[in-house]
């Protein structure tokens, strides 16, 4: 929760720009998520899964953008390879013992704000590259499957999942919010098109993606997640940052 209030905050200081409209773009972004959590402690890829979504971007003045988000994706987990005290089956890494796994669709909405360290006016071939930071905040969808793998892979059964329990489930459901930040590079490659290349951490307030909460010495912590990918945006006619100002603010 704190690192969701730290994030947040960074929302609010990327935020006090007077403005005026500019431009809109819309596109697409695709690239990979991670999961990390109750089964994943210590690696920020150790497993990594496609991605998708579309992206709808007004940019106020060249160093200052709002972004709206839709994606979807898969995190996967499991204790195969974890050390001794992180199982949620009790068994020793490397043996024939069956272990636990997740996989789990989600379905995020976001919204940020993007920050250009350079001036940066889409389309503009005078402003061609630019890195820039992001922040924001949204929600998330999730239903995970939990299962129970035995005989190295070949049985798998359907497990009951982990936070079942007397009092365990009363504040269990499938959407969780979530703080975002991260960082990026963008580039235009005509007057029309703009590409991009950016990486961002998810964290959510819930501890039940993996379906293994109150199971793990962690479990007073809550899953996160990460993005990584490329974004391809398409600017429309009548927002040019130019002809309407004629510099740039900053």
Known sequence: MTRTIILLLFTLLLMPVVVS??????GLWGGVSSYNGDLNRNNLYDEVNPAAG??????FNQRLSARMTLSISVLKGDDLDMEPGYHVIDRDPGSDEPWYEFETDIHEFSLQAEFNILPFE???MATRISPYVF?????????????RVADGGDDRQP???????AGEDDDYNNFALLGLGGLGVKVNLSPRLSAGLEWGLRITN???????SQKSPYSDETD?????????????DGFSLRRRQGHCPF
């Open 224 to 236: 996160w997640y990460s993005f990584g990918g490329f974004t391809l945006t398409y600017r429309f």
């Open 54 to 59: 579309v992206l709808f971007r007004y940019s």
């Open 135 to 147: 922040a924001g905040g949204g929600g998330v969808y999730f239903y995970p499957t939990p299962w």
């Open 21 to 26: 409209a500019q431009t809109f773009e819309t």
């Open 206 to 212: 819930s501890d039940y993606m993996d379906e293994v």
């Open 159 to 165: 497990a009951a999942g982990r936070h079942w329990g």
């Open 122 to 124: 889409p389309g503009e």
